[in-house]
């Protein structure tokens, strides 16, 4: 294995790819019929990751709710639906298995409806009576069809399926999920980490150094008996190789073939710099798709690396300067800005034809450099704001150029609302991201923790990207009784009404809105969001008789 090694001075999101469909229609429909049939179409749908669920007497078993999205409509609470390990799932729930810690969407088996997968790195195994593999880790595999998710048509897989690995206490397989066609076969192929993974090298065991599976798709769906691996290359104890990933094609490299490419998060990484090695500053490993599957994996890391960084941590991909190449964003949310530990920062790799992921025009951001025209910060850095915890990318006002929404959790007002969170943007352009008309949205209440997660899609099919923000710690009122930490999500729905700013409507979900559920004391309901995409557009063309 080859890898090259690039360093970065400033640093993800991913694109999907479009497939159009050929049948035949013999009439036209009425406009009335047209607006009635588009005001019924599904829209992008929403997951909310609930993992500190409890449910049947299991602690922190976990929980997940699809929210979906209709046309012109929105996000529809009345009819989202309750997924756990033992109602709709071929799963036991257990005590902290904390199911939806990570959640993914992809074509699988190629057919047109997007599947979805989800992690549940705390999943414990019995291997012999009373005997334990425990935090071993797990992936549940839920596919699409015309329907929506099909609780007919699922798989569950731990490390032992794949025949690549086996189990062992505390790898956390499934804590980060990625998908993409990383071979260009036309099915999207999935990749699990497992960063707490020890790996036995030259007889010296690494202890978390970590690992990432990939699961290649096929017409069957994710082929276990094709798993390969990926290893860290910095190989280093406390390493916690991918403990984020993201997809994106950063080369679009598609003369008969799309392939995807994958961005790796080291975040326990060491660096060893002229004066000497800097702990736990974090790295990115950068693998590039092709015939066989992800390969060449490039290796870069802050070019000023500091103890504790924790670079790598979180990672989307998006195009932010519209070249046709996906670009990276990569927070690191420990990072010390000036004598404010922690306030954190994110770093955009930009893709190119020739090298994919460069650190040519590589930019750092802290909110210190988000300014307003007259040069002053929208927002400070300050200790433990913990920039850049979650990011996500989309075009939020319809120029043609991915934006990136920024979460930072531990962001507080001076005497009114400590730890209460935000969520700030930054505009993509022809040059990039810039400051112009940024936007900063804070969250209501002290402890809310407002952009703990984030996620953008399409939820009111109206050809703007919304996005939603998790506040998992914000308390609710059940029936007069406080219960703390329940947890929320806000989300804001952008148009074109002045798009250079896309000012939001934002409504605020939480577990009181959805049929069937209640808001708890501790669940942090929101602690991770994902997207499900609608079904891909089929074009259909008339039928000319000669």
């Known amino acids: 294995m080859r890898f090259r090694f690039a360093v970065l001075f400033a640093i993800l999101l991913t694109g999907l790819s479009l497939a159009l469909g050929v049948g035949m229609v013999f009439a036209a429909q009425t406009a009335s019929a047209k607006l009635q049939s588009a005001a019924s179409k599904p829209a992008d749908s929403l997951l909310i990751g609930t993992p500190f669920e409890d449910l049947h007497g299991k602690t922190d078993a976990g929980a997940m709710i699809l929210v979906p999205g209709i046309a012109n409509t929105g996000l529809m609470t009345p009819t989202a639906s309750l997924w756990t390990q033992d109602n709709l799932l071929d799963d036991e729930p257990e005590n902290d298995d904390e199911f939806s810690q990570a959640m993914v969407s992809g074509d699988f088996n190629g057919d047109g409806w997007f599947d979805l997968a989800i992690g549940v790195p ?142 790796v998060g080291v975040p326990g990484a060491d660096v060893d710099i002229s004066s000497g090695v800097v702990t736990d500053a974090g790295a990115i490993d950068v693998w590039y798709g092709d015939l066989g599957g992800l390969t060449n994996p490039t290796s870069f890391h802050d070019g000023n690396p500091e103890d504790g960084d924790a670079f790598g941590t979180v990672l989307a991909t998006g195009d932010f300067n519209g070249d046709g190449y996906d670009d990276t964003a990569v927070g690191s949310p420990l990072e010390d800005v000036g004598a404010q530990a ?133 308390d609710v009122y059940v029936n007069g009784s406080l219960q703390n930490d329940a947890g929320g999500v806000n989300v804001y729905y952008t148009d074109s009404t002045l798009p250079d700013v896309y000012p939001p409507t934002v409504v605020h979900i939480d577990s009181t809105d959805i049929s069937g559920t209640s808001a708890e004391a501790g669940d942090e309901f929101g602690l991770t969001l994902a997207t499900l995409p609608a079904p891909l557009e089929h074009i259909y063309l008339p039928l000319v008789v000669r």
């Open 122 to 263: 705390h999943e414990d195994y019995e291997i012999n009576i009373f005997v334990w593999v425990d935090q071993a880790g797990a992936v549940n595999v839920i596919y699409g069809d015309a329907d929506g998710l099909d609780t007919g048509h699922q798989q569950v897989f731990t490390q032992n399926d794949t025949g690549v690995t086996t189990n062992h206490n505390g790898d956390r397989f499934g804590t980060a999920l990625a998908a993409g066609d990383f071979n260009g076969d036309g099915y999207d192929d999935l990749a699990v980490s497992a960063p707490f993974k020890d790996d036995d090298h030259s007889g010296q065991v690494i202890t978390d150094t970590g690992i990432v599976l990939v699961v290649p798709g096929s017409s069957d769906g994710l082929r276990l008996s094709q798993t390969y691996p990926l290893y860290n290359a910095y190989q280093g104890i406390g390493d916690h190789f991918g403990a984020s990933l993201a997809a994106g094609n950063f080369n679009a490299d598609f003369t008969f073939a799309k392939y995807a490419d994958l961005v």
């Open 342 to 474: 922690d306030a954190g920062s994110v770093t955009i790799v930009y893709g190119s034809s020739a090298d994919g992921l460069t650190s040519s025009g590589a930019q750092l951001w802290y909110q210190d450099v988000i300014t307003y025209s007259n040069g002053s910060p929208i927002d400070t850095s300050e200790a433990d704001d913990n920039f850049a915890s979650a990011l996500a990318a989309g075009d939020f006002n319809g120029d043609g150029y991915d934006d990136l929404v920024i979460g930072t959790p531990g962001e507080g007002t001076s005497g009114i609302a400590l730890e209460r969170g935000a969520v700030q943007s930054l505009n993509g352009t022809a040059s990039g991201l810039v400051v112009n008309n940024s936007r900063i949205w804070y969250g209501d209440a002290p402890g809310d923790h407002l952009g703990t997660s984030l996620t953008a899609g399409d939820f009111n099919r109206d050809d703007y990207a919304d996005f939603a923000a998790g506040a998992p710690d914000k």
